[in-house]
């Protein structure tokens, strides 16, 4: 790989780089956005070691927002965020015992002397940080970007093993104990077999509410409500993750009993610490010890070793009964266990050089591949799926698998019919490997990707020269594009609409008609139209139902026709007169069948213009990732909009202005210069502005935060950092620049004020260095609404 790298040029570099930073950054944001994984580990491992090496040969390459720089990512939601005091870092990982032996030798030889090495189980969960002052909770923190995580504090003590208060005494005034949030596989099974059960009594519900009504119940919308509502799980790591993180006080009824039982689920191992400033142990084996101490549970399955032979003995062993243990696992990490050597080999700037993840292949399962279509997402890119016959694979049934582009089926030498070899990468990422040539019967066909897009056809090209994947150029028009943007625009990270989802986004944009058969002008040709959609628009439609697995048009196995749904009309079942009162068997005999009444409109299509309005004053960064601008995500929108302030200043900033901004750099600065110049995104901004979406910040002081006259912080600058009672990390910021001050995000000796709550971090130690006035929740409210001399 060095010597293929060392012949390209600049160009040919920042080209492959580009390529490179967009696949990595579309896997994260699914990763730790929507608990969504793209790829399997060795092919996102593999990527950004191609980008190191890309960036080691030209440094130039290497901007502040390049992957290679960041750990993990910024989840997207509502919950209030904490900077943690000590960065939490990521592991490198390994794939093969070869490359583990030569990791030990190289760590061994750094170290300069014989090394120790604590070896342990590798936990498919949720890694969280659980900050204790004096031996008390004060936050629990998921890792986010590993500076600022989401705090999930509640939750957190409904887990099991998660103290409120430690056991023990001598406890230091500050520690960050690391660990991992996770669902045992059997608690997994019990989660789903929960989920199935709340399925049938929230259709059962349904059913007893018609008859009450005295209306007829519609069995089949209920059932698909009911699926929606109470999925079944696709692996415990979702599962955790997303439990960890739901807001349970918005729930009532079945949702809340399904939200605490999933919160129940959960369990916890710690395998380190952060923030410690001496610890008293000399070891990472003693430091657990010390933790089991203060009822922290650990991991049972640690050893310590000594030589590369009973490291490799331990990998090999637990890879023998992998499916023995309690909870998922993916791998073994291995850690230098003195401490002294942490500090000594260091880390780079996401992971830590005395530590290894060590990840197991995975299972591997024949199955048929019924055949392989293309689908078109959001952003264009048209990517075969294999549908095959189910197989059960590492705790669960794959009837898919993604084949990401028609070279990477060439390369798999697969044909339609084959039977093939399917895996699940990293135990959860489903991944076609090969043909089983020995089971051809001459019965298969290639695969030919088609010329045009399967949506519009329009004609498939790359869209850069070099790029391997096709995509279709219809951005604007092509309804499969369109549909993924407005269910983005709808999705938590963006706008956060409840009522637009997947079926909804559909049916405001793809091929609508009504049940005479007349084709319809979807309401949306663009998401530009979404905030002037008014009823008599999306009542009238109705759509044919599609199989997610094949693309393919369901059909009633009664009439033979299309199954057609109404999803913003209410729909009531009758019989003909005098038919009413009858018995379901006497109607059968007679031959009598139910009729549809279409009643206008539907709870879902008054909710959906509800939530439309409402959407239209969300805060600014909300609004810059619904528009979909490449790379634009919640992080990179939040600087953007805590630093500019409305969408025209960003408009009119310079790429070097952009790209000087915290997050941002100049991949992102690049990519918002190129929508800009599109006409149809400019229309979209056009129109809703003219609909009334409010595109800039209230009271903020333009870039820069430079300060606005006449607030009571006019000329005064603050640092707002931790949790502060009552206001959110955005809230806090908001409330500074309101009030004509400067919300700064680091501290200097031009900081008036730094307000400080649990989890201030270094920041909080800067301002006691430099003697500035440092203010708790209380006071920082007293500041923000009635000035500094208000403080006395």
Not at 526 to 532: M, N, R
Request: proline share 5%; net charge negative.
């Amino acid at each position: 790989m060095a010597d293929d790298i060392e012949q390209l040029t600049l160009d040919e570099a920042r080209t492959e780089a580009r390529g490179l930073t967009e696949r990595i950054l579309e896997a994260k944001e699914a990763y730790y956005g929507r608990d969504t994984s793209l790829v399997d580990d060795a092919t996102y491992d593999a990527w950004m070691r191609r980008l190191e090496a890309l960036e080691r040969r030209y440094p130039e390459l290497r901007g502040q927002d390049s992957p290679t720089q960041a750990v993990g990512a910024a989840e997207a939601s509502d919950l209030a965020t904490i900077e943690h005091a000590e960065r939490m870092l990521s592991l490198d990982n390994v794939f093969s015992i070869d490359e583990l032996r030569d990791w030990l030798a190289k760590t061994r030889a750094a170290a300069g002397r014989e090394v120790a090495w604590l070896t342990e189980l590798k936990i498919d969960g949720l890694a969280i940080s659980l900050r204790y002052e004096n031996g008390v909770l004060t936050s629990a923190a998921t890792r986010g970007d590993g500076r600022v995580g989401e705090i999930v504090t509640e939750n957190a003590l409904r887990v099991a093993g998660i103290p409120e208060r430690l056991s023990g005494e001598g406890h230091p005034a500050i520690v960050e104990v690391r660990g991992e949030v996770f669902i045992p596989v059997a608690a997994f099974e019990r989660l789903n077999a929960l989920q199935a059960e709340l399925r049938e009594r929230a259709v059962a519900e349904g059913r007893e509410r018609a008859a009450a009504r005295g209306r007829e119940f519609d069995e089949a919308r209920a059932v698909a409500s009911a699926a929606r509502r109470f999925p079944a799980f696709a692996n415990p790591r979702n599962a955790a993750s997303g439990g960890l993180r739901q807001q349970i006080e918005k729930k009532s009824g079945l949702e809340l009993e399904a939200a605490l039982a999933r919160v129940g689920s959960l369990q916890l191992y710690v395998h380190g610490i952060g923030a410690w400033p001496d610890p008293p142990v000399a070891a990472q084996s003693e430091v657990y010890e010390l933790l089991a101490g203060w009822g922290l549970p650990t991991s049972p399955h640690t050893r310590v070793c000594h030589g590369a032979d009973e490291v490799i003995a331990f990998v090999e062993g637990y890879g023998e009964r992998r499916h023995s243990i309690e909870h998922e696992l993916d791998g073994i990490v291995v850690k230098v266990d003195e401490l002294d050597l942490h500090d000594e080999l260091g880390a780079t700037s996401r992971a830590p050089r005395w530590a290894i993840a060590y990840k197991y292949p995975p299972e591997e399962v024949h199955t048929r591949l019924l055949d392989i279509v293309v689908s078109v997402g959001r952003t264009g890119r048209a990517t075969p799926y294999a549908v095959m016959e189910p197989a059960h694979v590492a705790g669960s049934v794959v009837r898919q698998a993604t084949l990401h582009n028609q070279d990477v089926v060439k390369a798999k030498g697969v044909l339609i019919g084959d039977t093939v070899v399917l895996r699940k990468a990293g135990d959860v990422i489903p991944e076609v490997l090969g043909p089983v040539v020995d089971k051809r019967d001459g019965t298969e066909r290639a695969f030919v990707m088609p010329a045009d897009c399967p949506v519009c056809g329009t004609p498939l090209r790359p869209m850069k020269e070099g790029d391997i994947d096709l995509r279709c150029p219809n951005a604007k028009d092509c309804p499969a594009q369109v549909r993924g943007r407005v269910e983005h625009i709808g999705s938590r990270g963006a706008l956060d609409i409840e009522a637009l989802g997947e079926v909804t986004a559909a049916a405001l944009t793809q091929g609508a008609s009504t049940a005479s058969g007349e084709r319809m002008r979807p309401p949306l040709r663009t998401e530009a139209g979404l905030f002037d959609l008014t009823l008599d628009e999306i009542v009238p439609i109705e759509v044919e139902v599609h199989d997610v697995e094949t693309g393919e048009a369901k059909i009633d196995p009664q009439t033979g026709e299309p199954v057609r749904r109404a999803p913003f009309q209410r729909v009531e079942l009758t019989y003909p007169p005098g038919w009413e009162d009858a018995t379901p068997a006497e109607r059968r005999k007679a031959g009598i069948k139910k009729d549809f009444r279409l009643v206008h409109p539907s709870a879902q299509a008054t909710k959906l213009l509800e939530e439309l309005e409402k959407a239209k004053t969300k805060e600014l960064w909300r609004l810059l990732v619904s528009l979909n601008i490449r790379h634009v995500g919640p992080v990179a929108a939040r600087a953007l909009a805590g630093w500019f302030g409305s969408l025209d200043a960003i408009r009119a900033a310079s790429r070097d202005e952009l790209a000087a901004v915290e997050g941002v750099g100049p991949i992102i600065a690049d990519s918002l210069l190129e929508w800009f110049e599109v006409d149809w995104h400019r229309e979209i901004i056009e129109r809703w502005t003219a609909a009334g979406v409010r595109f800039e910040t209230p009271g903020h002081p333009g870039p820069g935060a430079a300060v606005a006259a006449g607030g009571v912080l006019e000329g005064l600058t603050v640092v707002a950092t931790g949790t502060l009672e009552g206001y959110t990390r955005e809230g806090a910021q908001e409330a500074i620049i309101r009030a004509g001050g400067k919300a700064a995000s680091s501290v200097s000796k031009k900081t008036d004020f730094v307000a400080a709550g649990p989890g201030a971090g270094s920041k909080l130690a800067k301002a006691e260095e430099l003697g500035i006035r440092i203010l708790d929740a209380a006071q920082f409210h007293v500041l923000v609404t009635e000035g500094p001399d208000a403080l006395g």
